[in-house]
């Protein structure tokens, strides 16, 4: 089972958070796509916003959960991450808090009340 980790997206300042940031709100799904060929990190995970035109990347898994997500990813654990809270004032890299959940687990889909999530 995968134990579900909240944190601030990392790299945001390099990449293109800032341009489609209007565009997000909390409990939006973003995806996760693995970078083995990354210079920085061989575990490198990004992630992207997906709307109806463009992808964006907006940044990655800090590296100190990069081994265990894209480890996770390569057994075949279905990682979800969506946005938890996102502050466009903030400093770049305090804009977008998301959390990464195993979206097999039941449990998942609940939210503090114990309805589903729409």
């Not at 990347?57 to 990682?79: L, N, R």
Request: hydrophobic residues 35%; contains cysteine.
């Amino acid at each position: 089972m995968f134990e579900s980790r909240e944190f601030f997206v990392a790299g945001v300042q390099y990449h293109e958070l800032k341009r489609c940031i209007r565009q997000l709100k909390n409990g939006d799904s973003l995806s996760l796509t693995l970078e083995p060929s990354n210079k920085y990190d061989p575990n490198a995970v990004r992630i992207e916003f997906n709307d109806v035109d463009n992808q964006y990347q907006i940044g990655y898994i800090p590296k100190k959960f990069s081994s265990e997500i894209s480890a996770a990813i390569e057994v075949g654990i279905k990682v979800g991450c969506k946005i938890i809270e996102l502050n466009p004032s903030a400093k770049p890299w305090e804009q977008c808090l998301v959390r990464l959940y195993d979206s097999d687990d039941p449990a998942e889909y609940m939210n503090e009340e114990g309805t589903e999530d729409a």
